[in-house]
């Protein structure tokens, strides 16, 4: 029971901080990125009115520096792809927001402020950095856990033998002098705790 007690409250608390901690890390990844796309539109804006498509992948390029950008795109107006790094991020529903959350990924859509209106940009960006956190976290409480299971038997042991052997002992002399009526029976038990107290003060009302 204390074994089972202990992996539940270990896997409540895991859980109760593991799931704030994720929601955080997509939070700050959304911000970075929404930064990263309104600074890379900016840089876009001379490409796409000049219809350069060479300089628009170049400028796309510059998200290799980002290890958790997987891909991006500029899209016109019309839907049609103009330039594109890595692996193309779908575009945006229009009307809806600019970042969109998956299970393992987002996108960040940012419009292009060129004189060609309703061009956008999309970044795609890669959230595996949230399940090697999960992955570590796992394994270090994995690694961890033997030790506090050790820890929470011996210390029950402990609370065990401090408060159940003399409630133990004095459940025993009740029973004796219930039935021999055996008034001269004490129970041998010394503490400043409130087991000690009761146990004084079941000696004491023997006489």
Sequence with gaps: MIAIATLLALALAFVL???PT??????EMAARGEAQAELLAASLAAPVDFDDVDSAVEDLATLA????????AVYLDDGTLLAAYGQPPAPLPAGQSNIQTAFASLRVGCPVPAQRKGTSLVIGISLDEQWM??????????????FILIFSYRLAGRFRRKLGDPLEELTVAVREISRNKDYGR??????????GVLVSEFNAMLG
């Excluded at 994720?22 to 939070?27: G, K, N, T």
């Excluded at 956190?133 to 033997?146: E, H, K, M, N, Y």
């Design 186 to 195: 004490r129970v041998d038990y010394a503490s400043d705790d409130e087991i």
């Design 133 to 146: 956190f999960l992955r570590d976290s796992l394994i270090i409480g994995l690694a961890v856990l033997p």
């Design 22 to 27: 994720l929601y955080a890390f997509r939070r």
């Design 17 to 19: 901080h593991l799931g």
């Design 65 to 72: 520096l980002l290890g958790d950008v997987y891909g991006a």
